[in-house]
């Protein structure tokens, strides 16, 4: 039951459970003063939501206050909260086997997922497969198979970028300096270029990526690192954390013409866009160029810890020992995977998410047209991100804004979440339904009317 449906059955029924006016609720409040006790200060929490329970595109807090979700947990409940089949899953193998250790010995849904991966790996050529726990963990992988695939020690990533908070993985992460201050010295030998985004749209320079091009050809390869010293590029097709940045389809392409005339290996990082969140498998299709490793994790297993890192056959080249892992690819994380992909298979979510998010942004370009705050929309499938400003001609960013907007949702019952420096992003569940696509939008206009009047 969405919020707007659950306030009404509320307002008919007294019997029903009680809706707090005021968010957090006092359960809510007593667990938030628990956590801080104990849990890392490094955790950054976007509202105060204590989350009780998650069913299909509705979580439900500690008080009983029902929330929509457009974050999906950061783009990963794929097939919403506990989806059916999913849970029918993970129940089964919890009840057959929970734990193995794949990198000492053989279990079946292992290999079963990663045969379903290589099939639908986005590159012609016979995959391998390795499971993770994260994406992080993805990336890391990816970084090392690279360096020992061309015995190079480079790795060139872009501005904007997100990879993860370990330190092989930060050292190419590039979105916000928070996450790398104080944590140096990092992976020596990565070198940042800037990404189209900027040109697009902070400078509006047309952004097809052709300036971005020469800087790495000239400026990065010419000047900073051989070619010949670099093992891989590594980029989002969309950026995530960015910013939701759509990378233009012949920047992509020259990366790929970048990589063959050096011998350097292409690592789409797809941990967010990935498992159909674009309408397609893999955003890389839309751009009809391939990899030679792509990562993913987020949507893989609808919630469950379980990244993956795939790769070209000819480039998973290492040996025993080499790289492994207790965790990754555990039983149950595996079969919840397999479910996933069934899902979205069996309910043609691809196609879904496709036509819904052309819808959403279609209602964001009219929405836009009444607010002048409203920089950018941008953003492929259900992979979408709304940029505020302060101002359309100077395109200054409106930080505080988006915040606002954010906060605003949470108290209405929508569940948003940031990125980059002022865009909101939505990330619902692939099977969200178009009317409560309406519903979210029209509570999110609300928020962004109530946010521009109090500027």
């Known amino acids: ?166 330190l092989g993985a930060l050292s190419l992460t590039n979105s916000k300096l928070k996450q790398r201050a104080g944590f140096g010295p990092l992976l020596p030998m990565v070198f940042h270029a800037p990404f189209p985004r900027v040109r697009s749209w902070h400078e509006g320079s047309g952004g097809d990526g052709t300036a971005e091009l020469d800087v790495l050809r000239h400026s990065i390869l010419g000047r900073l690192v051989a070619p010949e010293d670099v093992a891989a590029i590594v980029f989002e097709p969309i950026q995530g954390e960015g910013g939701y940045f759509p990378a233009p389809a012949a920047f992509i392409r020259g990366l790929r013409q970048i990589c063959d005339e050096h011998g350097i290996v292409l690592i789409a990082d797809e941990i967010q866009s990935g498992m159909g969140r674009t309408g397609r498998m893999w955003a890389m299709e839309a751009y009809d160029v391939e990899p030679d490793v792509v990562t993913v994790a987020k949507g893989i297993a609808s919630g469950m810890p ?105 108290q209405k019952g929508l569940l948003l979440l940031p990125a980059g420096v002022s865009t909101i992003r939505l990330s619902p569940a692939l099977n969200i339904p178009k009317e409560l696509v309406d519903e979210a939008l029209e509570v999110f206009e609300e928020a962004l009317s109530e946010a521009e009047a109090a500027l």
């Open 1 to 166: 039951m969405s919020v707007r449906a659950f306030r009404q059955a509320a307002d008919a029924a007294p019997s029903a459970p009680h809706l707090i006016t005021e968010l957090p609720g006092p359960r809510a409040r007593a667990l938030i003063a628990r956590d801080d006790a104990v849990t890392s200060p490094s955790l950054t929490r976007a509202y105060p939501l204590v989350a009780e329970s998650g069913d299909g595109y509705v979580v439900t807090d500690v008080d009983d206050n029902r929330f929509l979700d457009f974050a999906a947990g950061i783009a990963v409940a794929a097939t919403g909260h506990s989806h059916p089949a999913v849970v029918a899953a993970i129940t089964a193998q919890a009840e057959r086997l929970v734990h193995i250790a794949a990198t000492d010995f053989y279990e079946p849904r292992y290999i079963e997922l990663s045969e379903r991966l290589a099939a639908i790996a986005p590159f012609e050529e016979n995959a391998r497969v390795f499971l993770t726990n994260s994406g992080t963990e993805a990336v890391e992988g990816a970084i090392k198979l690279a360096r020992h695939h061309t015995g190079r020690p480079a790795i060139i990533a872009f501005e904007g970028a997100f990879h993860g908070r370990t």
């Open 306 to 410: 379980l990244g993956a890192m795939i790769a070209r056959r000819s480039v998973m080249t290492w040996k025993p020992g080499a790289h492994g892992n207790t965790f990754g690819g555990n039983p149950v994380s595996c079969a919840a995977a397999l479910a996933t992909i069934d899902v979205i298979e069996r309910e043609s979510l691809l196609e879904h998410a496709d036509a819904i998010g052309e819808y959403i942004l279609d209602a964001l370009a009219e929405m836009q047209a009444r607010h002048p705050t409203i920089g950018d929309v941008r953003g492929k499938g259900l992979m979408i991100g709304v940029e505020f400003v302060l101002d359309k001609r100077t395109k200054e960013p409106a930080h505080d804004l988006a915040e606002d907007i954010t906060q605003r949702g949470f």
